[in-house]
């Protein structure tokens, strides 16, 4: 199973070491094609030194690749939301995992889409039993 997980990077990278860890959970049962999104060293102004442009289609070649989305939205992005509308548009399983406690209020084009499931955690071991199950369901 290939996985597109998705977290923000130009929104702001306050989240990205519990990036890194939901990415290694994720792991543990399937490929992750974006794992750079948890990489420490990659933040919001130096990057991989790819365009824009080369970023955008090779992302966007990764996602139609992948069989799901497991987004981190609790930093809003612009990025992850396009994202995230892109895979409802090619009609992926999106799982979207929100922190209450980040201080920002979730979206309501996300937290009303019916095309995503949304798990709302304020301790981390929930949101791995969200992963677990929403990968497990894409088992069956
Ligand atoms: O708007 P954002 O930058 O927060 O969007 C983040 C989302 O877009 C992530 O889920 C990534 O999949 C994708 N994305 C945005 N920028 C990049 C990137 N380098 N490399 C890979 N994926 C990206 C940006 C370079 C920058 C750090 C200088």
Request: charged share 25%.
């Amino acid at each position: 199973m290939r996985v597109y997980f998705a977290g923000s990077i130009r929104g702001g990278r306050q989240d990205a070491a519990l990036y890194g860890e939901l990415i290694s959970f994720i792991k543990r049962y399937a490929e992750v094609l974006t794992e750079h999104v948890g990489d420490l060293s990659l933040n919001r102004d130096r990057g991989e030194g790819y365009s824009a442009s080369y970023i955008h289609a090779r992302d966007l070649d990764w996602l139609k690749e992948s069989d799901l989305m497991i987004a981190e939205v609790s930093t809003p992005s612009l990025g992850v939301g396009y994202e995230i509308a892109t895979a409802i548009h090619h009609h992926k399983r999106v799982l979207c995992l929100y922190n209450p406690k980040s201080g920002k209020k979730l979206s309501a084009m996300i937290a009303g889409s019916p095309d995503v499931e949304v798990c709302a955690y304020t301790d981390i071991g929930e949101a791995l039993g969200a992963i677990a199950s929403f990968l497990g369901e894409g088992e069956k």
